[in-house]
């Protein structure tokens, strides 16, 4: 079976966070007021706060699913 399995989206998607994270640290794009520099910071700060709404997101139903398979088991 070649399906990708939660626990890796969960891998990746922290990866991507803190890679957009240190990004968006970068004084050239933190400290911008306008210019290309703010829009750039200002990209990699809203891909910084939306994967880390979906990593929270995949961690809840990782944790979900994980929970219901083993009340299912006898």
């Known amino acids: ?7 890796h989206v969960a891998v990746g ?4 966070d803190v890679t957009l994270f240190l990004l ?4 050239r794009y933190s400290n911008a007021t ?7 910071g ?3 700060w809203m891909g910084f706060l939306a ?3 979906a990593l929270l997101i995949t961690l809840a139903l990782w ?3 994980t929970t219901r398979r083993r009340r299912a088991l006898p």
């Open 13 to 16: 998607l922290a990866l991507l």
């Open 63 to 65: 944790v979900t699913r």
């Open 34 to 40: 306008h210019g290309t520099d703010h829009i750039i």
């Open 51 to 53: 994967g880390t709404l």
């Open 1 to 7: 079976m070649n399906r990708i399995r939660i626990h």
């Open 24 to 27: 968006a640290g970068i004084p």
């Open 42 to 44: 200002g990209i990699f």
